[in-house]
């Protein structure tokens, strides 16, 4: 067999495009690129591998999260983010929604947060209208960090949607969303659990030199000076 | 709740009615949006305009659609003009698609110097973004320019860009590990600070730079344990590192205590429920956990159970199944909540909490319980039924006598729909039960016969028709199966009547009065329209009609070879596409090419891996190996096989485990030697024993040495020793690694001619009584217990000493016994002061041994037991006491 299939890993490069999830899928679907780019033919070669890279993890990692999903009420994809070295290729991501799907979308999770088990992974999710929100994490992770995650997470958008959550809105701030998600984990790692700071630093709160106000907090005058700039966007395009 | 389902399914039809067109990627296009992406080379650049594009590229990724590395270049590249670009918004967007594109080393070069650039930035959202973005996408040449900036950027004053810096840590480490354990200092000032997810950060990042260094590591977190973090985030994982430090050392032979046990006590009063919980699962985890130990968690964990939240139920009903399955009587307060959970919305709860109470339900509860289940068993999905089934059939192994009530439960589940998987492992639950209860023998073969009147699955129907010819000639009507079996060869299709035909033909031979009756019916199966069916009709019908009137005999012998080479031996003859036929004599051959490779041997096993750890796999490994050679075929079936042990210490030059497998007259140690060093050849390798202890007792038989001791692999090398009867099977083993050892020459690769002989001191390895004796459940215990003949019943007192309580006591004597506790006697109700326990087991050679053994608990805790043994031999119930005695 072909050595860097076994351990895909080893190459830093490698393991360093696989972490970022589907990024790689930008450019590996011609064949003379896969040849002038090493890792981009590693990958391929590990999804070819048959037996799937079971990640071994000990109790004392820190806690990964594999993946962050956003779907809608049909099961189809508004925004996802996968952590998982295991599922790279967008059909195994695919296969996945759909089972995460099937499980839960008959149950109601429009209160609090309801969690099961699919695959030997915990499944955390929060429904609200026709957005469905998943945190997913390894079988042996602590449920209250992931839902700690989905908590922040789902406040995190709802602040930065200004309470309409529904799809449409989310697609409409679609940056917003991938940016939620961007500052709620990197590379796996929890990067931010608190939903207003995640919520400021997705809207680049203090990045112009003016004072930082959480979203929570702004006067009234603010609050409508920025649902009119939202609107005069949503008209715009 | 169905109201709304039907009102939320109506208004979403409506709306992807409508939805579509409101939706703002409606008719979205690759080629439309990269045309559109030529606004970022514009002089003037629209800000506004250009973050929608982006957003439209990034939304197209996500929706799994894939760019050629020519278009992802080329959107790069245009991207990186947008640096020109003031706007916060749009650099965020930039920050976050240039991570999406991930470009090639060449590539980053070119956004190498604007990201340099933000890394000094006055505006902290910048600075902490570029890290983000440039450690992501650098490789480890480019790592060294900016390694000063992120040290720097560690003990950064704001949060955001210390976290960034921090986070980026955790993934340069598999870039370039030696870079970043230069900053231990950087990361260890960021630990103290203020902000919660910083320090949690850091203290991940500082582990990891030191997990190698256990004294390290054992200094930080006895540091850590004394003052609690303000992060609850990074209080997990201090109970993470400790729960390892914990495993890492022994625990204090003195007084009893673990190490940190204090600490993980006090997490359990901690006001985050997350760390609460990770206290508890930590506790739960460690190894040989005692009951006085586990009640703090346990406790905790009960208080979750009522929670409204669904996670705190789930997580702590997942925990508390865990504590289940060893310590089913320390949770005998919490039945009461988990019964309340049965009804449970969310249904992964309810499964968890039935399976859980499956383990810790005591006899008398057992009625209740499935009255309870059969309600939810009707609307539940199959993988949860799945996980219910297979807890019942554990729970009717353990309570027997209930045998009648939960096979009743299985045979109505079993009529009930469901899917291939589960109808799988309802059959096979109850094969299981029919196999190892005797009396549920008739009730479950009645069950099965009539479950496959109606299977839609072939595999099952064949898998039942086969049991039944196996097991009911011996049952007590056998008639009664004919019917069954016979309605098949009519109904169903060719597979299924073949396998009806065998079992038909086991009937005949098997009892004598049937046989003419088979013989007319398998008369007609001899038209049959398929041609496996009308081979193996008229195969039997030909045996049966040799066999003696009078007699009774099976038909089908037992396979006589070993399965593994028998399957080797058969796929290198259809390899080998010669005209010759398969000849058995074959097996044996292969079997000792198998032994003489090591190489093959190790695939042929399956045997990669380094890690040498007492696990069940190994030993059915080790026992493969041992039933495959042929110089042991002559001692007979495997009596019991010990688990693994090391006889070297970690980290050495070689690394040898043994196995111990007891025959009827014999017992072999088996040791698995791997060499850990590449530059050396360990060649002639065997392993010299000599008895310290019971010289008078084993005769050595042989010894068979290793070729050569394999490279991450292991090789096998034997001594056997032949037992004397009727003394007391004690020994213990001095054990000598002998070799010819060969360097092998750096400069060409190859080893030298020369070796030189050259020996290792292994471990002692101990011979003990509990090596020939196995645990054997019985279903009747009082029956067999009548059976053995009372002269030679030995009865004894002992006393224990103080213990925590009986279940601590019991738990101590059967450990030392392993014998199997019978008819579930090995609960112990909450509070009891005395207790029975029936215990049962074979001594090598087959002969039965039953002890009664009666706890009683004094004042002061003090625990007296009374042990009565009776056995086919009197030597044997003598060594049993001896055993407890020595303990």
Redesign the interface.
């Known amino acids: 067999p072909i050595p860097c299939s076994k351990s895909p890993?080893r190459d830093?490069?490698v393991?360093?495009?696989l972490?970022?999830g589907?990024?790689?899928?930008?450019?590996?679907?011609?064949h003379t690129?896969l040849t002038?780019?090493p890792?981009?033919s590693c990958i391929t070669e590990s999804k070819t591998n048959s037996s799937p890279q079971v990640h071994v993890f000990?109790?004392?990692?820190?806690?990964h999260i594999l993946s962050v999903l956003v779907l809608d009420?049909?099961g189809k994809?508004v925004?996802?983010k996968y952590y998982d070295e295991d599922m790279t290729t967008?059909a195994q991501?695919?296969a996945h929604e759909r089972n995460v799907f099937a499980k839960t979308s008959?149950?109601?999770a429009r209160g609090?947060?309801?969690?099961?088990?699919l695959d030997h992974h915990v499944l955390?999710y929060k429904f609200a209208s026709?957005l469905h929100f998943y945190v997913c994490g390894a079988e042996h992770e602590?449920?209250?960090?992931l839902?700690?995650v989905l908590t922040g997470f789902f406040d995190a958008v709802s602040l930065l949607l200004r309470g309409v959550m529904e799809?449409?809105t989310a697609?409409?701030n679609?940056?917003l969303v991938?940016?939620a998600i961007?500052e709620l984990i990197?590379?796996g790692?929890?990067?931010?659990?608190?939903a207003n700071v995640i919520a400021n630093?997705?809207?680049?709160r203090?990045?112009?030199?003016e004072q930082a106000t959480p979203l929570a907090e702004q006067t009234l005058s603010q609050a409508l000076a920025t649902a009119k700039e939202q609107i005069t966007?949503n008209l715009?395009? | 709740?169905t109201d709304g389902?039907a009102e939320?399914s109506k208004k979403?039809d409506e709306?992807?009615e409508e939805?579509l067109d409101?939706?703002?990627?409606w008719g979205i296009e690759k080629g439309a949006v990269l045309q559109e992406a030529r606004c970022f080379n514009e002089s003037q650049l629209d800000a506004?305009r250009c973050?929608?594009v982006?957003?439209k590229l990034?939304?197209l990724?996500?929706?799994?659609d894939?760019?050629?590395?020519?278009?992802?270049?080329e959107v790069f590249f245009s991207v990186t003009k947008l640096f020109q670009s003031n706007d916060?918004?749009l650099?965020?967007?930039v920050y976050?698609i240039i991570?999406?594109?991930?470009p090639?080393?060449d590539e980053v070069i070119i956004v190498t110097s604007s990201l340099m650039k933000d890394m000094n930035s006055k505006?902290?959202?910048?600075r902490s973004n570029a890290i983000?973005v440039l450690c992501?996408i650098t490789?480890?040449g480019l790592l060294g320019q900016i390694e000063r900036y992120l040290k720097q950027a560690v003990v950064d004053k704001n949060a955001?860009v210390s976290?960034?810096a921090l986070?980026?840590g955790?993934?340069l480490l598999?870039?370039?590990s030696e870079i970043v354990k230069r900053w231990s200092s950087e990361v260890q000032e960021a630990m103290s600070s203020k902000n919660p997810?910083v320090q949690?950060?850091a203290l991940?990042l500082l582990?990891?730079i030191k997990?190698n260094d256990r004294l390290a590591v054992s200094k930080l977190v006895t540091q850590l344990s004394r003052s609690p973090l303000r992060s609850s985030?990074a209080q997990?994982?201090v109970i993470?590192?400790v729960?390892?430090v914990i495993k890492d050392t022994k625990v204090d032979e003195v007084t009893g205590e673990r190490p940190f046990f204090d600490f993980l006590e006090s997490c359990l009063r901690h006001k985050s429920?997350?760390v609460i919980?990770?206290a508890a699962?930590?506790i739960i985890?460690l190894n040989e956990v005692t009951t006085r130990e586990l009640q703090p968690a346990v406790t905790v964990l009960q208080l979750f159970l009522s929670s409204?939240?669904?996670?705190?139920r789930?997580?702590a009903i997942?925990a508390l199944n865990k504590v289940a399955m060893n310590n089913p009587s320390s949770m005998t307060n919490c039945n009461i909540d988990m019964e309340s959970m049965i009804s449970d919305?969310?249904r992964?709860i309810a499964t968890l909490a039935i399976t859980t109470l499956l383990k810790t339900g005591k006899e008398s509860s057992i009625d209740r319980l499935m009255k309870q289940i059969s309600t939810f068993m009707s609307d539940i999905q199959d993988e949860f039924k799945v996980v219910v089934v297979e807890a019942i059939q554990e729970l009717c192994l353990k309570f027997p006598h209930k045998h009648r009530i939960l096979m009743n439960f299985l045979s109505n589940v079993l009529r009930e729909e469901g899917g291939f998987e589960y109808k799988k492992t309802i059959v096979d639950c109850i094969l299981c039960l029919v196999k190892s209860i005797p009396d549920a023998t008739e009730a479950g073969l009645t069950h099965l016969s009539e479950f496959i009147e109606d299977c839609e699955f072939t595999y099952l129907s064949s898998q039942v028709l086969h049991l039944l010819g196996e097991l009911g000639p011996s049952t007590a009507d056998p008639g009664k199966y004919i019917r069954y079996i016979y309605n098949r060869v009519i109904l169903e299709n060719a597979t299924i009547r073949a396998s009806a035909v065998c079992a038909l033909a086991n009937f005949g031979s098997c009892s004598v009065a049937l046989r003419d009756r088979v013989l007319t019916l398998l008369q007609r199966c001899l038209y049959d329209n398929d041609d496996e069916v009308r081979d193996r009709a008229a195969f039997f019908l030909s045996v049966l009609r040799t066999i003696p009137e009078t007699d009774s005999e099976c038909v089908e012998d037992p396979l006589i070879y070993p399965l593994a080479p028998l399957e080797a031996s058969l796929r290198q003859y259809l390899e080998n596409t010669g005209d010759s036929a398969f000849d058995l004599a074959v097996i044996n051959q292969i079997h000792n090419n198998i032994a003489s490779h090591p190489d093959m041997h190790a695939s042929s096993f399956d045997c990669p891996s380094m890690n040498i750890s007492s696990t069940k796999n190994d030993l059915r490994e080790s026992e493969n190996i041992i039933t495959s050679r042929g110089e042991f075929m002559s001692y007979g079936p495997i009596f019991k096989s010990c688990h693994a042990v090391d006889l070297t210490e970690a980290e050495t030059e070689y690394k040898v485990t043994c196995t111990k497998h007891t025959f009827k007259e014999h017992i072999v140690f088996h040791f698995m030697c791997s060499n850990t060093i590449e530059d050396q050849i360990l060649e002639n390798v065997s392993v010299v024993m000599d008895a310290i202890e019971g010289v008078e007792v084993f005769a050595k038989v042989s010894t068979i040495p290793l070729g050569t001791m394999p490279l991450g692999h292991f090789g096998s090398t034997f001594v056997s020793y032949k037992r004397a009867q009727g003394l007391h099977p004690v020994a213990k083993m001095a054990c000598t690694l002998k070799f010819t050892s060969k360097e092998i020459d750096p400069s060409s690769g190859e080893p030298e001619s020369e070796g030189y002989e050259d020996e290792y001191t292994l471990e002692d390895i101990d011979v003990t009584v509990t090596d020939f004796l196995t645990g054997n459940p019985l279903s009747a215990f009082r029956k067999v217990w009548d059976t053995l003949p009372i002269e030679n019943e030995k009865v004894g007192d002992y006393s224990l000493g103080t213990r925590e309580s009986l279940g601590e006591a019991l738990e101590a004597v059967v450990g030392i016994l392993g014998m199997a506790a019978c008819e579930g006697s090995e609960v112990i109700a909450p509070h009891a002061r005395s207790h029975t326990t029936l215990l049962s087991g074979f001594f090598v050679g087959g002969h039965s041994v039953l002890v009664q053994l009666n706890l009683g608990m004094g004042p002061s805790n003090s625990v007296a037991m009374k042990l009565i043994v009776r056995a086919e031999k009197p030597y044997i119930a003598d060594m049993i006491h001896t055993l407890v005695s020595e303990a």
């Open positions: 890993t830093p490069r393991r360093r495009s972490r970022t589907f990024s790689h899928r930008f450019g590996n679907n011609t690129s002038s780019h890792s981009a000990t109790m004392s990692e820190i806690p009420a049909e994809r925004a996802v967008v991501q695919m008959r149950n109601n609090d947060a309801e969690i099961t088990l955390v026709d602590n449920e209250i960090i839902a700690t799809k449409r697609l409409e679609l940056d991938l940016l961007d990197d590379g790692v929890i990067l931010e659990t608190d630093r997705v809207s680049m203090g990045a112009e030199g966007r715009l395009r | 709740m389902h939320s979403r709306e992807s939805g409101f939706s703002p990627f506004r973050q929608q982006i957003t990034l939304y990724s996500n929706q799994g894939s760019f050629t590395r020519v278009e992802a270049t916060s918004n650099r965020r967007m976050l991570k999406e594109i991930c090639s080393a505006i902290d959202l910048y983000r992501n490789d480890a955001t976290s960034a986070v980026s955790h993934h598999q870039v370039n997810l949690y950060h991940g582990h990891r997990q985030l997990c994982l993470r590192y729960a390892q429920e997350t919980f990770e699962r930590v985890e409204s939240k669904p996670i705190l789930f997580a997942r919305q969310n992964s």
